[in-house]
Every structure is written in C-alpha cells, then in structure tokens.
C-alpha cells in the first residue's frame, strides 16, 4: 500500500506509533522533505510504500497521522464524494457503514466462481496470445467480473482479444454508441495520469490524456441519466 507521510520535526514514526512501525525514513526521522527525491517539494508530502502486515495495521488504526493523500480529489470528477476519495475520516466512516452490506462474506463468497471462472479464462488468453500487454488483458479481465457480477451480462472482453468475438460490447449512450472496454481504457489510464501529473503539471488540461479522460466521463453521465 502507498501512505503519505506529513513532515514532522524531529519525531520519528516509532516515537508515534510506540514504535511498531519498521523502518523509518529520512524524511520521517527529521521532518525535512527538502532532500528527499520521493516527496513533493510543492506539497510537503512524501509518498512511501510497505508491505509489512504490522505496518499496514498500525497505519489503518492511526487515520489522524496517515490520512489520504489530496491526490485522490483528482478521481473526484469520475468517483464523486464517494468512499475512495472521501479524505473527511468521520464522513469515510458513515459511508463505510452503508456500504458494508454490500460486502457481506457470504455474499463475496459467493461471487468466487466468477472470479476463478475469468481467472482461469485470463490464464488461457496469456497462454493463446503469447507476449502480450498484462494490463490490457488484466483490464478485460477486470471488465468480465464487473459484467458479469454487477450486471449479469458478460462483456466478453478477453474474447476479443484472443479473437473469439470479432465485435466490442457496446452501450447505446443518447444514440452515440461506446465501447466498453475503451471507456473503461481512457477512465482508468485518464485517473492515472492525473494522479501522476498532479504535482508536476499547472493545468489539469495540460496533462497527458485529459480531453479522453473528461469525454469518457460526460459519455459515462448521459448512459448513467438515462438508466
């Protein structure tokens, strides 16, 4: 996972958490992010990652000292006020609390053969199609078991890359008609890049993608209106 790391003057991470988390870095340990090639100058923010279970745990329990990064307000215009981007802990937590129904156990227990049924449908595409691009086919994957579990329909994604279907799934949005799988492309490619180029970049215009990236939003809200 990825944290943001507010600069803090001469007081380390151990100090804070009574020393359950590993590692300390530079900027931690002395509050100056000045040095640091990993942090923003801008924003006084450095961005670190770890996989240590004990860490991630200590870093969950302590939302008050590792709090979303503002980088997230750029999936605002995709994702809305919605749990990914909401920063606000009290407001993350009500909504957090509607959704939790929706993630029952036995209801996530029981999307699993979907899931091992695309899993198992990418390992043969991988294999049929040889050297290929992993983040197209992840994507397709990743359209299917949205298909397949929130709208029972299989998009057929993986397919048309191995060629067994010739023709996208589309969606008739005010009589424009949208690929899928490309509006689901320039969404996800368009939310990187902002992210990406936040801290570098003036103007959100000005970053690589922008355009396809608010376009595919606008197409996505006329579909959504008219459901």
Same mark, same amino acid.
């Given at each position: 996972?990825?944290?943001?790391?507010?600069?803090?003057?001469?007081?380390?991470?151990?100090?804070?958490?009574?020393?359950?988390?590993?590692?300390?870095?530079?900027?931690?340990?002395?509050?100056?992010?000045?040095?640091?090639?990993?942090?923003?100058?801008?924003?006084?923010?450095?961005?670190?990652?770890?996989?240590?279970?004990?860490?991630?745990?200590?870093?969950?329990?302590?939302?008050?000292?590792?709090? @979303?990064?503002?980088? !997230?307000?750029?999936?605002? #215009?995709? /994702?809305?006020? *919605?749990?990914?981007? =909401?920063?606000?802990? %009290?407001?993350?937590?009500?909504?957090?609390?509607?959704?939790?129904?929706?993630?029952?156990?036995?209801?996530?227990?029981?999307?699993?053969?979907?899931?091992s049924e695309v899993g198992e449908h990418l390992a043969e595409s991988m294999l049929q199609l040889g050297e290929h691009d992993i983040q197209d086919?992840?994507?397709?994957?990743?359209?299917?078991?949205?298909?397949?579990?929130?709208?029972?329909?299989?998009?057929?994604?993986?397919?048309?890359?191995?060629?067994?279907?010739?023709?996208?799934?589309?969606?008739?949005?005010?009589? @424009?008609?949208?690929? !899928?799988?490309?509006?689901? #492309?320039? /969404?996800?490619? *368009?939310?990187?890049? =902002?992210?990406?180029? %936040?801290?570098?970049?003036?103007?959100?215009e000005w970053i690589p993608g922008f355009k396809e990236y608010k376009d595919a939003i606008a197409d996505l809200d006329k579909e959504s209106s008219?459901?």
């Amino acid at each position: 996972m990825s944290l943001l790391v507010p600069p803090m003057p001469q007081m380390s991470l151990p100090s804070i958490l009574s020393g359950s988390v590993n590692a300390p870095t530079h900027c931690v340990l002395t509050g100056d992010s000045s040095t640091c090639s990993g942090c923003t100058r801008a924003q006084r923010i450095c961005s670190k990652n770890t996989r240590n279970a004990e860490d991630v745990t200590q870093i969950f329990k302590n939302q008050e000292v590792f709090r @979303k990064s503002p980088l !997230v307000e750029v999936m605002g #215009d995709w /994702l809305g006020d *919605g749990l990914a981007t =909401q920063r606000d802990i %009290a407001k993350h937590a009500n909504v957090r609390r509607l959704l939790n129904p929706a993630f029952r156990q036995d209801y996530i227990r029981g999307l699993s053969p979907v899931f091992s049924e695309v899993g198992e449908h990418l390992a043969e595409s991988m294999l049929q199609l040889g050297e290929h691009d992993i983040q197209d086919l992840a994507m397709r994957a990743t359209l299917d078991i949205i298909g397949l579990t929130g709208f029972r329909y299989g998009f057929g994604c993986l397919d048309l890359a191995t060629g067994k279907r010739s023709e996208p799934v589309t969606i008739d949005a005010n009589g @424009k008609q949208l690929d !899928v799988a490309k509006l689901f #492309d320039q /969404l996800v490619s *368009g939310m990187g890049n =902002q992210i990406a180029f %936040a801290s570098v970049s003036p103007r959100q215009e000005w970053i690589p993608g922008f355009k396809e990236y608010k376009d595919a939003i606008a197409d996505l809200d006329k579909e959504s209106s008219g459901l």
